[in-house]
């Protein structure tokens, strides 16, 4: 399979490049830094700075997963706009791009996360339920979203990722973590019970290629555990694993006036569940939190 990626150097992309290359398939990365691409993904990707790079190959598939990292700096006004560039300027290009070739790839699967949803409280959160659009992460994903579905104007298949908190000791949230909790200054956020929708990066990977190979796949998909949970037990259970304690409280003032609007992400959660995965018939490698992080654990 021919497949072209965006966002291929980030913790997910560079893990289904490793993947999808073991089972033979043909990469592609489309990338600001083409040269870094083999060292990132494995010898066998090829990067592009352009999309024109191209030309008129065929392509069965196209990854896009490109987007600035959200929780990494304020978000000041500057800030959003290169969210939302990065995201949807990107993809408004890549569908651009795609209208003036011949050829379509038969599916595009374009990420978007559980933020979605916005802050759903303690309600549980299938792929049917709807939004509340109350913050600007919320809003960034249904633009994302919507601006990916224009392909099926082409007859391209859409499959939304609406993915959660990835457990991976290569990066992420986790790596974010890491030390105050091995310092014992880890604990729960604000009151802790805000829901933690988690998937663990096997998970995710095994996710997106089980849908895109499944031909009857489309619209969105919930990439996260079937067993969502708070912020207080979530922060108990890595301090276990990590051996260290847990009860350092980050009080929910200290983040709103350090963070402003941006503390939304830590003190709302989504009591996501993967509803569609599993009726299409997903299995699971971790379903328990405790076993998600033992196994990332001795590389963390």
Known sequence: MRILLTGGTGLIGRQLCRHWSSQGHHLTVWSRSPEKVAGICGPQVRGIARLEDLGQEPLDAIINLAGAPIGDRLWTHKRKALLWSSRITLTETLLAWLESREQKPEVLISGSAVGWYGDGGERELSEDSPPVIDDFASQLCIAWEETAQRAEAMGIRVVLVRTGLV??????????????????????????????????????????????????????????????????????????????????????????????????????????????????????????????????????
Request: some cysteine; proline content about 7%; overall charge positive.
């Open 167 to 300: 457990v991976s000791a290569e990066g992420g949230f986790l790596s974010r973590l890491l030390l105050p909790f091995k310092l014992g200054l880890g604990g729960p956020i604000g009151n802790g019970r805000q829901w933690m929708p988690w998937i663990h990066i096997k998970d995710q990977i095994g996710a997106i290629d089980f849908l895109l190979q499944r031909i009857d796949a489309s619209g969105p998909y919930n990439a996260c555990a079937p067993q969502p949970v708070r912020n207080r037990e979530f922060a108990k259970t890595l301090g276990s694993v990590l051996h260290r304690p847990a009860f350092m409280p980050l009080p929910t003032l200290v983040l709103k006036v350090a963070l402003g609007e941006m503390s939304l992400l830590l003190l709302g959660g989504q009591k996501a569940v993967p509803a569609r995965l599993l009726e299409a018939g997903y299995t699971f490698q971790f379903t328990d939190l405790r076993a998600a992080l033992d196994d990332v654990s001795s590389r963390l």
